[in-house]
T-cell receptor, first 115, second 113 residues
């Protein structure tokens, strides 16, 4: 069975400071890893994904994530946080299960950027 | 492209009532999904479809039904609403491959009283 863990329900960071939102995964096989962001009263929006190749993935709005196979992690990072980054962030993993590409989402981490 | 659209945005139901949540995508995606989002629980897959005429159960299908008569539309039906179905419902779609991203609709907030 595949699973995704986001160990922090909430992360608080001061504006201008670097931020990290953690994600670890458990799959049998090669994972496809995703980060999505959800703003209040909105659907999820794609941020970035790891498919293969370079372990450092760059995405939208200045975010990046590093795939670490040995630690089975895919942490989301940004060098300098903005107040507008405050939102709910979801990590997701996807592998093929039979004929269907099952996707599993984490429980989400609320990011609060303090002015 | 409008992307994925959902109606209604918000609905209050009485216990035992029925309703259909509408979902339409204009991207010609093969795969469509229905999720429910409960606080602190992430997203749970209710049903999914790999193409017109083909649907299958996800993790939490009880109390729901779906149909996929066209590529564009994937309605979710609640036959006998229960308070446990109070949630925010999201529809999503992908072209079909595992490495492709999901496109989400804006959601439908449902309250069952």
């Amino acid at each position: 069975a595949q699973s995704v863990a986001q160990p922090e329900d909430q992360v608080n960071v001061a504006e201008g400071n670097p931020l990290t939102v953690k994600c670890t995964y458990s799959v049998s096989g090669n994972p496809y890893l995703f980060w999505y962001v959800q703003y209040p009263n909105r659907g999820l929006q794609f941020l970035l994904k790891y498919i293969t190749g370079d372990n450092l993935v760059k995405g939208s709005y200045g975010f990046e994530a590093e795939f670490n196979k040995s630690q089975t992690s895919f942490h989301l990072k940004k060098p300098s946080a903005l107040v507008s980054d405050s939102a709910l962030y979801f990590c997701a993993v996807r592998i093929r299960s039979g004929g269907y590409q099952k996707v599993t989402f984490g429980t989400g981490t609320k990011l609060q950027v303090i002015p | 492209n409008a992307g994925v659209t959902q109606t209604p945005k918000f609905r209050i139901l009485k216990i035992g009532q029925s309703m259909t949540l509408q979902c339409t995508q204009d991207m010609n995606h093969n795969y469509m999904y229905w999720y429910r989002q409960d606080p602190g629980m992430g997203l749970k897959l209710i049903y999914y479809s790999v193409g017109a005429g083909i649907t299958d159960k996800g993790e939490v299908p009880n109390g729901y039904n779906v149909s996929r008569s066209t590529t564009e539309d994937f309605p979710l039906r609640l036959e006998l609403a229960a308070p446990s179905q109070t949630s925010v419902y999201f529809c999503a779609s992908t072209p079909g491959q595992a490495q492709e991203t999901q496109y989400f609709g804006p959601g439908t907030r449902l309250l069952v009283l």
